[in-house]
C-alpha cells in the first residue's frame, strides 16, 4: 500500500521532544503495591505490580477483563463468554450471554446509593451561570425523554439523531436511547445541514433531537434552521423534537415536538430494557481516506467497562472529584469522558458549552477555580492558543484543585506540554497525553501517573493501558521488535473498548482496519517508540487530517471544492499550523475560461466547504495551478504538494518519477505569491 511508504512526520517542529526531554516532576521512582492503585487486582493473587498486571492482563485478557467486568458492571444477567475475537476477519465480541442496561448503569445505581449527588455540572456559554444537576434529577430528566421517544413511535434498535451542543438535555437524551435501547447518533452540532443530512441518512434516522438555538462566544446560532434545512433532504425523518436551550421562538412545523413540553406530560420513571452485551449503543460518524464518513458502531458492555476503566485509572479518578473534560459531546472524546465513563464511575462531570476565550483567555481556569475541577482534560489546539495569551490569564485564578492534566486529540507539542505542566499545573500534576481514536472507544496509550511508580516523558503517550498491545511495522509488514524505530502503529490484540463495525458496510470496517496488516487492528497513525520503550504518536498515514483535532479527510474536502462551477480538479492537503495542529491547504487548476477574480474564487471555495462539511474545514489557503504533480500512471503526488505547503523546497524529494517536473517548479513560484499576497492582506475569518 503506498501510505506505508510515506515517510513519518517525525520531523515536524512540535515533536521536537523525541528522547531528549527530561522526566516531569512528582512521580517517585518507589514502585507501588498494585492493589492500593487498582483494588480489582485482588482478583489476581500474586500479581503485585503493575508490568505483573500488565502482562496478565495481556496473556490471560478473557480472566482481566471478565474480572473488571463483573466487579464494575451491574449486569441484569450474567456472561457465559468474555471474548469470541478474530481480528483477521474483523469479529469482536466480549462478555456474550450477559445482559444489562447501560443507563442503568450509569444513573440508576447511583440513585439508589447517593441521589443527591452531582451527576453532571453544565458549564454553560454565559460566564459564571454553571447549573448542577443530580444523579436523581438526571434519572428523571432521562426517563421522561425516554417516553416521549417511546411516545413517538421509537424503539429498541432504531436510530436516533442528536443534533444539539452539550447541555444536561442532551446528555438525558443519550441516555433515554440507551434506556430503550435506541441507537444514537450524535453529531456535532458545528456541521452545516449538508453534512447533518449526509449523517441521518447514512443511519436512516427516523428521530432527530435538537435545540431551539444554540449559544456559544455570546453569540446565538440558529441550529433548528440547520435541521430544517437538513430534513428536506431527508424524507424518512418523522419526528424533530426541540428542546429550548434560549426563550426564543423559533418556527416549528408539523413533524416538529416542544421537547420540554411533552416530557411533563410523561412519567418520570421508565423501564430500562435489557441489552445484550453486543447489541449497538451508537453510531459516531468519522472521517476516513474516502470522501464518506463512516459510522463507527460501538456496543454496550465492553464499550461501557473499557470508558469506566480508562476514566477511573488514567486520570487516577476517585469518589468526589469533579472531572473537567471541555470536549465536546458530538465527538468520541464527549462520548467517552464526559458522559459514559464518569457517569458509570458515579462521578461529577462537567459539561462544557463555552469557548477557550470566551469571554477572555481565562475561561477556563476561572471554571476550575469555581467548579474546583479537580482533572482537567482539553485539546492541544486550545492549550496553544492560550499559551499566546500569556501565563497572567492562567496565574490569576486559583488552580490548586487540579491533580491531573490530560491532553488528547493530536501531537502536542513540547513548548505546549512544557506550558500547561509549568503554568496550569504549577509543576504539580502530571500531564496525561492520552492517545486513542473513535475506532478505539477509549484511551489505549498514555502515561499511568496514578501508579506512582513511572516517569513522565513530556509530550509522550508512553505507555499501553492494560489489555493493549501495541506494535510497529516494518515496510514488508512485519512486526518491528527493535526499540529506538518507527513505524505503522498497529494493535495486536482485540480489547473491549474497540469499534464492532461501520454502520451497513462491515466490509470497509474488515478492509480498512484489519486487511493492512492481517490479524492486527491498523490504527491509521504511526509511531515511535523510544529507546525505553515508550510510544509517542507521530501522526496520521493515509489521507485523513486534524484541524484543531478534529479529524477530516482530505477526499471530504476535494469532494467539497469540486462542486463548484469553475474548479476542474483540486487536491486537499493539511499542514503545520501553530495553533490548529494542522490546516487544510487545496491546490485547484481551473476550467477553461474562467473569468472571475482569484479572491472571490478563494471565498466561494471557502463558503462552499463550509456549507458542505462545516466552518472548521475550510481550507486556509487556497492555490490555484494550472497542472499538478502527477506521476506517470496520473497519481497526484501529495508528498511533494505538502512540502510546497510547508514551505519545504528543500525536502521535495525524488522527482523523476513525476510526469514533468517543470509543474512542481511552477507551483513552487504560485506558492511564493500566494503567500507574499495573504501576508499584504487582512487575515481571513476562517
Ligand atoms: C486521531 C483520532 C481520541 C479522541 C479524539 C480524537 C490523533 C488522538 C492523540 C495524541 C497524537 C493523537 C491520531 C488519531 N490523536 N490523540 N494523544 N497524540 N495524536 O479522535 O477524531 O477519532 O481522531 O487523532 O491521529 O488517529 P478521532
Same mark, same amino acid.
Request: proline content about 6%; hydrophobic content about 40%; charged content about 25%.
Given at each position: 500500500?503506498?501510505?506505508?511508504?510515506?515517510?513519518?512526520?517525525?520531523?515536524?517542529?512540535?515533536?521536537?521532544?523525541?528522547?531528549?526531554?527530561?522526566?516531569?516532576?512528582?512521580?517517585?521512582?518507589?514502585?507501588?503495591?498494585?492493589?492500593?492503585?487498582?483494588?480489582?487486582?485482588?482478583?489476581?493473587? @500474586?500479581?503485585?505490580?503493575?508490568?505483573?498486571?500488565?502482562?496478565?492482563?495481556?496473556?490471560?485478557?478473557?480472566?482481566?477483563?471478565?474480572?473488571?467486568?463483573?466487579?464494575?458492571?451491574?449486569?441484569?444477567?450474567?456472561?457465559?463468554?468474555?471474548?469470541?475475537?478474530?481480528?483477521?476477519?474483523?469479529?469482536?465480541?466480549?462478555?456474550?450471554? @450477559?445482559?444489562? $442496561?447501560?443507563?442503568? $448503569?450509569?444513573?440508576?445505581?447511583?440513585?439508589?446509593?447517593?441521589?443527591?449527588?452531582?451527576?453532571?455540572?453544565?458549564?454553560?456559554?454565559?460566564?459564571? /451561570?454553571?447549573?448542577?444537576? +443530580?444523579?436523581?434529577?438526571?434519572?428523571?430528566?432521562?426517563?421522561? &425523554?425516554?417516553?416521549?421517544?417511546?411516545?413517538?413511535?421509537?424503539?429498541?434498535?432504531?436510530?436516533?439523531?442528536?443534533?444539539?451542543?452539550?447541555?444536561?438535555?442532551?446528555?438525558?437524551?443519550?441516555?433515554?436511547?440507551?434506556?430503550?435501547?435506541?441507537?444514537?447518533?450524535?453529531?456535532?452540532?458545528?456541521?452545516?445541514?449538508?453534512?447533518?443530512?449526509?449523517?441521518?441518512?447514512?443511519?436512516?434516522?427516523?428521530?432527530?433531537?435538537?435545540?431551539?438555538?444554540?449559544?456559544? @462566544?455570546?453569540?446565538?446560532?440558529?441550529?433548528?434552521?440547520?435541521?430544517?434545512?437538513?430534513?428536506?433532504?431527508?424524507?424518512?425523518?418523522?419526528?424533530?423534537?426541540?428542546?429550548?436551550?434560549?426563550?426564543?421562538?423559533?418556527?416549528?412545523?408539523?413533524?416538529?415536538?416542544?421537547?420540554?413540553?411533552? !416530557? !411533563?406530560?410523561?412519567?418520570?420513571?421508565?423501564?430500562?430494557?435489557?441489552?445484550?452485551?453486543?447489541?449497538?449503543?451508537?453510531?459516531?460518524?468519522?472521517?476516513?481516506?474516502? @470522501?464518506?464518513?463512516?459510522?463507527?458502531?460501538?456496543?454496550?458492555?465492553?464499550?461501557?467497562?473499557? /470508558?469506566? &476503566?480508562?476514566?477511573?485509572?488514567?486520570?487516577?479518578?476517585?469518589?468526589?472529584?469533579?472531572?473537567?473534560?471541555?470536549?465536546?459531546?458530538?465527538?468520541?472524546?464527549?462520548?467517552?469522558?464526559?458522559?459514559?465513563?464518569?457517569?458509570?464511575?458515579?462521578?461529577?462531570?462537567?459539561?462544557?458549552?463555552?469557548?477557550?476565550?470566551?469571554?477572555?483567555?481565562?475561561?477556563?481556569?476561572?471554571?476550575?477555580?469555581?467548579?474546583?475541577?479537580?482533572?482537567?482534560?482539553?485539546?492541544?489546539?486550545?492549550?496553544?492558543?492560550?499559551?499566546?495569551?500569556?501565563?497572567?490569564?492562567?496565574?490569576?485564578?486559583?488552580? /490548586?484543585?487540579?491533580?491531573?492534566?490530560?491532553?488528547?486529540?493530536?501531537?502536542?507539542?513540547?513548548?505546549?506540554?512544557?506550558?500547561?505542566?509549568?503554568? &496550569?499545573?504549577?509543576?504539580?500534576?502530571?500531564?496525561?497525553?492520552?492517545?486513542?481514536?473513535?475506532?478505539?472507544?477509549?484511551?489505549?496509550?498514555?502515561?499511568?501517573?496514578?501508579?506512582?511508580?513511572?516517569?513522565?516523558?513530556?509530550?509522550?503517550? !508512553?505507555?499501553?493501558?492494560?489489555?493493549? $498491545?501495541?506494535?510497529?511495522?516494518?515496510?514488508?509488514?512485519?512486526?518491528?521488535?527493535?526499540?529506538? +524505530?518507527?513505524?505503522?502503529?498497529?494493535?495486536?490484540?482485540?480489547?473491549?473498548?474497540?469499534?464492532?463495525?461501520?454502520?451497513?458496510?462491515?466490509?470497509?470496517?474488515?478492509?480498512?482496519?484489519?486487511?493492512?496488516?492481517?490479524?492486527?487492528?491498523?490504527?491509521?497513525?504511526?509511531?515511535?517508540?523510544?529507546?525505553?520503550?515508550?510510544?509517542?504518536?507521530?501522526?496520521?498515514?493515509?489521507? &485523513?487530517?486534524?484541524?484543531?483535532?478534529?479529524?477530516?479527510? /482530505?477526499?471530504?474536502?476535494?469532494?467539497?471544492? $469540486?462542486?463548484?462551477?469553475?474548479?476542474?480538479?483540486?487536491?486537499?492537503?493539511?499542514?503545520?499550523?501553530?495553533?490548529?495542529?494542522?490546516?487544510?491547504?487545496?491546490?485547484?487548476?481551473?476550467?477553461?475560461?474562467?473569468?472571475?477574480?482569484?479572491?472571490?474564487?478563494?471565498?466561494?471555495?471557502?463558503?462552499?466547504?463550509?456549507?458542505?462539511?462545516?466552518?472548521?474545514?475550510?481550507?486556509?489557503?487556497?492555490?490555484?495551478?494550472?497542472?499538478?504533480?502527477?506521476?506517470?500512471?496520473?497519481?497526484?503526488?501529495?508528498?511533494?504538494?505538502?512540502?510546497?505547503?510547508?514551505?519545504?523546497?528543500?525536502?521535495?524529494?525524488?522527482?523523476?518519477?513525476?510526469?514533468?517536473?517543470?509543474?512542481?517548479?511552477?507551483?513552487?513560484?504560485?506558492?511564493?505569491?500566494?503567500?507574499?499576497?495573504?501576508?499584504?492582506?487582512?487575515?481571513?475569518?476562517?
Amino acid at each position: 500500500m503506498s501510505f506505508l511508504r510515506r515517510p513519518l512526520a517525525l520531523g515536524r517542529p512540535f515533536l521536537r521532544a523525541v528522547g531528549s526531554s527530561p522526566p516531569a516532576g512528582p512521580i517517585s521512582s518507589a514502585s507501588t503495591n498494585i492493589s492500593a492503585f487498582m483494588p480489582e487486582a485482588a482478583a489476581f493473587p @500474586g500479581v503485585r505490580d503493575y508490568p505483573s498486571l500488565l502482562h496478565l492482563s495481556l496473556g490471560q485478557a478473557d480472566r482481566f477483563w471478565a474480572a473488571l467486568a463483573r466487579d464494575r458492571l451491574s449486569w441484569i444477567s450474567p456472561f457465559h463468554t468474555a471474548s469470541d475475537c478474530d481480528l483477521a476477519r474483523g469479529k469482536v465480541r466480549w462478555f456474550e450471554g @450477559g445482559r444489562l $442496561n447501560v443507563s442503568v $448503569n450509569c444513573i440508576d445505581r447511583h440513585v439508589h446509593t447517593s441521589p443527591d449527588k452531582v451527576a453532571l455540572i453544565w458549564e454553560r456559554d454565559e460566564p459564571g /451561570t454553571h447549573v448542577k444537576i +443530580t444523579y436523581r434529577h438526571l434519572l428523571e430528566m432521562t426517563c421522561r &425523554v425516554a417516553n416521549t421517544l417511546k411516545r413517538h413511535g421509537v424503539r429498541k434498535g432504531d436510530r436516533v439523531t442528536i443534533y444539539m451542543p452539550a447541555s444536561p438535555i442532551a446528555v438525558a437524551s443519550m441516555l433515554a436511547c440507551a434506556r430503550i435501547g435506541a441507537v444514537h447518533t450524535v453529531v456535532f452540532a458545528g456541521f452545516s445541514a449538508d453534512a447533518l443530512a449526509d449523517r441521518i441518512r447514512d443511519g436512516q434516522s427516523e428521530t432527530v433531537i435538537t435545540t431551539n438555538q444554540a449559544v456559544r @462566544g455570546g453569540r446565538i446560532i440558529e441550529l433548528k434552521q440547520t435541521v430544517d434545512q437538513a430534513v428536506r433532504k431527508c424524507p424518512s425523518v418523522k419526528h424533530v423534537l426541540v428542546a429550548k436551550r434560549t426563550e426564543n421562538e423559533v418556527p416549528m412545523s408539523s413533524i416538529d415536538i416542544p421537547l420540554e413540553e411533552e !416530557m !411533563m406530560k410523561e412519567e418520570a420513571v421508565c423501564d430500562p430494557v435489557a441489552m445484550e452485551s453486543e447489541d449497538p449503543l451508537f453510531l459516531l460518524y468519522t472521517s476516513g481516506s474516502t @470522501g464518506k464518513p463512516k459510522g463507527l458502531v460501538h456496543t454496550q458492555a465492553g464499550y461501557l467497562l473499557y /470508558t469506566s &476503566v480508562t476514566h477511573r485509572y488514567v486520570f487516577d479518578y476517585h469518589e468526589g472529584d469533579v472531572f473537567g473534560c471541555v470536549a465536546d459531546i458530538g465527538w468520541i472524546t464527549g462520548h467517552s469522558y464526559v458522559v459514559y465513563g464518569p457517569l458509570c464511575n458515579g462521578g461529577t462531570s462537567v459539561l462544557f458549552e463555552s469557548t477557550p476565550v470566551y469571554p477572555n483567555p481565562g475561561r477556563y481556569w476561572e471554571m476550575v477555580e469555581r467548579l474546583k475541577i479537580n482533572q482537567f482534560y482539553g485539546a492541544p489546539t486550545a492549550i496553544r492558543l492560550l499559551f499566546k495569551y500569556g501565563d497572567e490569564w492562567v496565574k490569576s485564578h486559583d488552580r /490548586t484543585s487540579l491533580k491531573i492534566l490530560g491532553s488528547v486529540g493530536e501531537p502536542i507539542n513540547a513548548e505546549a506540554w512544557d506550558w500547561y505542566y509549568r503554568v &496550569v499545573g504549577d509543576e504539580r500534576c502530571p500531564v496525561v497525553d492520552t492517545w486513542w481514536q473513535t475506532e478505539t472507544g477509549g484511551i489505549c496509550i498514555a502515561p499511568r501517573p496514578a501508579a506512582r511508580d513511572a516517569e513522565i516523558v513530556p509530550a509522550m503517550a !508512553m505507555r499501553p493501558f492494560f489489555g493493549i $498491545n501495541p506494535v510497529l511495522m516494518d515496510d514488508q509488514g512485519k512486526k518491528l521488535m527493535d526499540n529506538n +524505530t518507527s513505524g505503522p502503529l498497529c494493535i495486536a490484540q482485540a480489547w473491549p473498548g474497540m469499534a464492532r463495525t461501520i454502520h451497513n458496510d462491515h466490509d470497509r470496517f474488515v478492509n480498512t482496519y484489519f486487511k493492512p496488516y492481517p490479524n492486527y487492528f491498523f490504527t491509521g497513525d504511526g509511531a515511535y517508540r523510544s529507546e525505553k520503550g515508550y510510544y509517542q504518536i507521530t501522526g496520521r498515514l493515509d489521507d &485523513v487530517i486534524n484541524i484543531s483535532g478534529h479529524r477530516l479527510g /482530505t477526499a471530504e474536502i476535494e469532494g467539497a471544492v $469540486n462542486q463548484h462551477r469553475v474548479v476542474a480538479e483540486s487536491a486537499a492537503i493539511g499542514c503545520a499550523h501553530e495553533i490548529k495542529g494542522e490546516a487544510s491547504y487545496v491546490f485547484i487548476i481551473l476550467k477553461d475560461g474562467v473569468d472571475m477574480s482569484e479572491a472571490v474564487i478563494r471565498q466561494e471555495l471557502k463558503d462552499i466547504v463550509s456549507q458542505k462539511i462545516a466552518k472548521y474545514a475550510a481550507p486556509d489557503h487556497i492555490q490555484i495551478v494550472k497542472r499538478l504533480p502527477k506521476t506517470r500512471s496520473g497519481k497526484i503526488m501529495r508528498r511533494v504538494l505538502r512540502k510546497i505547503a510547508e514551505s519545504k523546497l528543500d525536502e521535495l524529494g525524488d522527482l523523476t518519477t513525476l510526469d514533468d517536473h517543470t509543474a512542481v517548479q511552477e507551483i513552487v513560484a504560485g506558492h511564493r505569491q500566494m503567500l507574499k499576497e495573504e501576508a499584504e492582506q487582512p487575515a481571513s475569518r476562517h
